[in-house]
């Protein structure tokens, strides 16, 4: 899917929808790392007005993903809890840090290159879950809520690419070489992953 070059592990979505509880307390703490992390980049790139207006509507998009986890987890009467350690994250972004980069690549940049890989994978294991809930006629309301945000990251996606484009002055062929670069490195941190929830984080 997208620029992606390792798929997840059929095994992935029958072991995240034995606990549910976990997978949406996990998927809820994404949506908000999410709205942090759009945030967090608009003050690095406040010379692309346009970039940092549409960054403000993603952090906003990805906060009412939030508030709908959450409010399904209220309604079932299950804690949210302390987020869990994001290794795929974490290796992620210190894996692009690591890969050298051309001139006109700066740090931020590559932040928004990270984030749509994230969205990539994160619109991946939507899929995972819609199909696998689909197949065994399971939870039709938590099928609900993946099928109604699942368009939302294969947008958002495009989106970063897009905004890192506009940031290389419109060198929409750098930002694609540089995320398929970036791609490729995903691919083995996730092949190096066993199993995780939606947006790739592993429990150990």
């Known amino acids: 899917m997208f620029c992606l070059t390792t798929p997840t592990d059929p095994e992935w979505a029958p072991l995240a929808l034995a606990d549910l509880p976990r997978l949406l307390a996990d998927h809820a703490h994404c949506e908000l790392k999410a709205a942090v992390n759009a945030m967090s980049l608009v003050p690095r790139l406040t010379e692309f007005t346009r970039v940092t207006r549409v960054l403000s509507e993603l952090a906003r998009e990805e906060l009412q993903h939030y508030e709908a986890v959450l409010l399904l987890l209220e309604k079932r009467g299950w804690p949210l809890g302390p987020p869990e350690k ?119």
């Open 86 to 204: 994001d290794r795929y994250a974490v290796e992620l972004r210190e894996a692009c840090q690591a890969l050298p980069r051309a001139r006109d690549i700066g740090p931020a940049v590559d932040r928004l290159l990270v984030a749509a890989l994230i969205e990539a994978r994160s619109c991946e294991r939507f899929k995972l879950v819609i199909e696998a809930l689909e197949a065994t006629d399971a939870d039709p309301e938590v099928r609900a809520l993946y099928t109604e945000l699942f368009p939302s990251e294969a947008r958002h996606y495009v989106t970063f690419i897009d905004l890192a484009a506009e940031c290389l002055g419109g060198n929409r062929g750098l930002a694609e070489a540089r995320v398929e670069a970036l791609a490729a490195l995903e691919g083995i941190i996730v092949a190096g992953l066993a199993r995780g929830t939606v947006r790739g984080v592993v429990h150990g």
